[in-house]
């Protein structure tokens, strides 16, 4: 294999491609990058097993061929060249060395053979639709601090993708939960959508999703079956297994009935939190919120340093309630709030409390209280 | 197993960990006793409290073992920290009737290795001016916190007796071993400044067994291990705490220790939670080796206060804890075996897998 390409072009890419590879691997090959060459360009191509992402870029191919070398270290190669540069890769005669070329620097990297390098089949896909690199954005944006890292509850280990009808047609929708809290988030369903299984997309794979999409007005098509998901933009193919498991009824988790609605400045909300939870310690980081008509009291207790509070101008006139959250979670959630107002429903203090925007309804948070 | 014996046994060779056919060809006059757990904490429960009543600043070495500080109790018990202590054993054999060692010196160290002298019965006092010269003939291994490992070091070096070391410059041993260099060189002339503190939280909770004959079957080793959960969960209720941490313990026949743990998202002090932290954990392991112990532990521990908070999803472990706080009401009446889960009720019926 030889093939001449511009540095800028191969960066980008191996920066997509090698973070998909684990640092530490027990199969040697899962730590290689695999490299075809062909016609005008390079294939790139990286797995570990559960996620794949294949990227094309524009090569000038003298000897089309294929090899496999280390990711993290061909990549910290490429990242250190000049920019600018051009790049040769070249495999050496004995086919045992992949010499990488630009100016005056020369490597050689040990290859393991193409052949060796494992295949994520795809299979057939059910379902496919197109939609805004935005639009995906937004789903994963706004759920995916919520989404579970205990191992016990697998199924809780990703997004939950499905489609819903509701009252302004049928919507393409994101949900995750922990447990204490859950996000929700929607967009217009594409008409290719329509009858798709809902499914679980793991937690690194919306992570490298989130990364490949950088442009929001970027077309992306995605296409799933029951047990894949693959996702296309540009030069770009990520292909990626499913949790296998069963999200739970999240709707019944939603609570229909609370009948306190306080609204308060979502800014000011969110630096009174941040300020006075300062004070908590690392792990207990209750704040409790103490309402009563047109105020609230942010209150933080640690007893092993001193204590905090603050008072916000609200919107409430139901009668008086002390609630405690996690700081942490409710700054999670008020950072994915869009408009300048939050809408909080609450029951009592003992019960899920609902967070939405005051004026859009395109997503919605559900917390659990604290004992405080 | 033998788990202890008495001075007598030892003179024909027998050791605690031996293997009882081991011990009784060695002893063959020795009277087996099952060990009863209850009694012991109980007795040493009443021993503390006697105890107490000498100084507050007591702290627990182990089951049976307690540092006192009775620095300043002249005044209060008219007499002297050795006639005191005297009292104290003589009303331990007459009341309790057990006997006990006693050591006195001027810190923790020489006391430890005075008790230590004349074991059983005995009552030594090392002295602040004498302990340079009791020291100087005693092995390096006598000192607190020197293990095989380290002896053995320091007889590659040619130090063998503490004598040894008080020759040796403090900072020449610093530079030879670190910061436990200096540490040799204090305690080799019996300087010691930890305080006698009766505050020594628990780090961990934690409840192991060994097997009669070792077990490889992921099904008998499960029973076991929720009855080791409950008794976690057990401790750590009566004493309002609750923990992150889920470690499972496992020895194998070839007596290599293999512990998994787990970090809960939040803690914890339920029965149901660590078992089955534990047993997923368990599931993993069990693959055929053959086990000859089983233990699991609750770690990172922390008030009860934020315990088992309601979950969002599950709405069944709400009901499950409900359940567990149910059978727990019951037990406290009861007993421990008025109420059992299904899993180690079977189990039990046709026990007999436990060691001795």
């Known amino acids: 294999m030889k093939a001449t390409l511009e540095r800028t072009d191969l960066l980008k890419s191996l920066t997509h491609v090698h973070r998909v590879v684990e640092r530490r691997n027990t199969i040697p090959i899962l730590s290689n990058v695999l490299l075809r060459s062909d016609g005008g360009s390079l294939n790139l191509k990286a797995t570990d097993l559960d996620l794949e992402i294949v990227e094309t870029v524009p090569a000038m191919v003298e000897l089309p061929g294929a090899t496999t070398v280390p990711a993290h270290m061909f990549y910290d190669i490429v990242r250190k060249l000049p920019d600018g540069s051009q790049v040769v890769l070249e495999t050496t005669s004995d086919n045992s060395t992949l010499e990488i070329r630009a100016g005056r620097s020369r490597f050689t990297l040990q290859m393991l053979p193409e052949t060796d390098f494992p295949d994520l089949t795809a299979g057939e896909f059910s379902h496919g639709f197109p939609l805004t690199a935005g639009d995906i954005r937004k789903l994963i944006d706004t759920t995916q601090f919520a989404i579970s890292t205990e191992e016990t ?45 809902g499914i679980i997309v793991p937690r690194k794979t919306v992570g490298e999703i989130q990364k490949l999409l950088e442009d929001p007005e970027a077309n992306v098509q995605i296409e799933l079956s029951e047990t894949k998901i693959r996702i296309t933009t540009g030069s770009i193919i990520l292909t990626s297994k499913l949790i296998d498991g069963t999200f739970p009824d999240y709707g019944r988790v939603i609570p229909q009935g609370n009948d306190k609605e306080m609204r308060v400045d979502r800014d000011e909300f969110k630096e009174a939190v941040d300020r006075v939870s300062t004070i908590s310690s690392e792990r207990g980081r209750a704040v409790k919120l103490s309402l009563t008509e047109g105020r609230m009291v942010l209150t933080v207790n640690n007893p092993d340093s001193g204590s905090a509070t603050e008072e916000v101008a609200v919107e409430y006139d139901a009668e008086p309630l002390e609630i405690g959250f996690n700081s942490r979670y409710l700054l999670d959630i008020a950072n994915q709030l869009s408009s300048d107002t939050a809408l909080f429903r609450l029951a009592d203090s003992g019960s899920p409390t609902l967070i939405q925007d005051n004026t859009v309804d395109d997503c919605l948070f559900v917390l659990m209280p604290m004992r405080v | 197993m033998v788990s202890t014996c008495c001075y007598i046994a030892r003179i024909y060779g027998v050791r605690s960990a031996m293997p009882m056919f081991k011990a009784l060809e060695a002893c063959p006059d020795a009277v087996v006793l099952r060990p009863d757990m209850e009694k012991y904490g109980k007795v040493g429960r009443a021993i503390r409290e006697r105890m107490l009543a000498l100084t507050p600043l007591v702290e627990p070495l182990s089951i049976d073992e307690a540092f006192l500080d009775l620095t300043g109790t002249e005044r209060l018990h008219k007499a002297t920290p050795a006639e005191t202590l005297a009292k104290f054993i003589r009303d331990l054999e007459s009341d309790v009737g057990i006997t006990a060692s006693v050591g006195l010196a001027p810190n923790k160290f020489l006391a430890k290795l005075a008790s230590d002298l004349e074991k059983p019965r ?46 040796i410059d403090k900072a020449d041993l610093a530079r030879r071993y670190g910061s436990i260099g200096l540490r040799l060189a204090s305690l080799s002339v019996g300087e010691d400044n930890r305080v006698v503190s009766p505050e020594r939280g628990a780090k961990s909770v934690s409840s192991e067994t060994t097997f009669r004959t070792d077990i490889s079957s992921f099904e008998t080793l499960r029973p076991i291990l929720r009855d080791l959960s409950e008794k976690v969960s057990a401790r750590l209720k009566k004493s309002g705490l609750s923990g992150r941490g889920v470690t499972l313990k496992l020895k194998t026949a070839e007596f290599r220790t293999v512990t998994r743990a787990r970090h809960l998202a939040d803690p914890t002090q339920l029965a149901d939670r660590i078992y089955s932290a534990g047993v997923s954990l368990l599931e993993k392991e069990a693959d ?29 472990a709400e009901r499950r804890k409900h359940a567990e706080l149910a059978i727990d009401r019951l037990r406290d009446k009861f007993g421990k075996s008025a109420v059992e889960l299904g899993l180690t009720h079977v189990a039990k019926r046709g026990d007999g897998s436990r060691r001795s």
């Open chain 1, 153 to 197: 509850r697998y199924y809780l280990n990703g997004i939950y993708l499905h489609t819903v009808d509701a009252g302004n047609g049928q919507q393409f929708r994101a949900v995750a939960t922990d447990g204490h809290r859950l996000a929700q988030a929607e967009v217009p369903a594409p008409s290719g959508a329509s009858g798709m299984p």
């Open chain 2, 122 to 167: 005995g009552f030594s006092v090392i002295g602040a001016g004498e302990a340079r010269s009791v020291l100087a003939g005693m092995p390096v291994g006598r000192i607190w916190g020197v293990g095989k490992v380290f002896q053995t070091k320091l007889d590659r070096d040619g130090i063998r007796t503490i004598g040894q070391l008080q020759t």
């Open chain 2, 288 to 316: 055929g080796r053959r086990f000859r112990l089983i233990g699991i532990g609750v770690s990172d521990l922390e008030t009860a206060e934020q315990a088992d908070p309601q979950d969002l999803v599950d709405q069944s």
